[in-house]
């Protein structure tokens, strides 16, 4: 059993950063890839980044590269999404999930726990 909690969302001006945060109970969670999703209003929930059981690899999603970085910190058990160069359609609310399958899967399916989310509202 894992537990998500993200955090760090907030009200930001356009090309503003933010460094969200997803902290994880359980003993297992280093067996678990990680991803980020998020969703807009009136929007599909969409993957935007994930990273690897170690912490080594990383993938993004045309969305977000080049302004969002994901990190582990596998003995404490936390993800981290930095975001750079905000825009007002990143406004969402962003997810973290612990998946059982590729770093690179954006198959909500493969998601096995999912934290509650944290709203990010961009400005313009």
């Known amino acids: 059993q894992v537990q998500l909690v993200e955090s760090g969302g907030g009200l930001v001006q356009a090309g503003g950063s933010l460094r969200l945060s997803c902290a994880a109970s359980?003993?297992?969670?280093?067996?678990?890839?990680m991803g980020w999703f998020r969703q807009a209003p009136g929007r599909e929930r969409e993957f935007i980044a994930g990273?690897?059981?170690?912490?080594?690899?990383?993938y993004y999603t045309d969305y977000v590269k080049g302004r969002c970085t994901v990190s582990r910190d596998i003995p404490g058990n936390a993800v981290y999404l930095r975001m750079n160069s905000l825009e007002p359609e990143d406004t969402a609310v962003y997810y973290c999930?612990?998946?059982?399958?590729?770093?690179?899967?954006?198959?909500?399916?493969?998601?096995?726990?999912w934290g509650r989310g944290t709203q990010v509202t961009v400005s313009a």
């Open positions: 999930a612990a998946s059982m399958g590729s770093y690179r899967s954006r198959e909500e399916s493969d998601c096995a726990y």
């Open positions: 990273i690897s059981r170690g912490g080594i690899n990383t």
């Open positions: 359980g003993r297992t969670f280093s067996t678990y890839a």
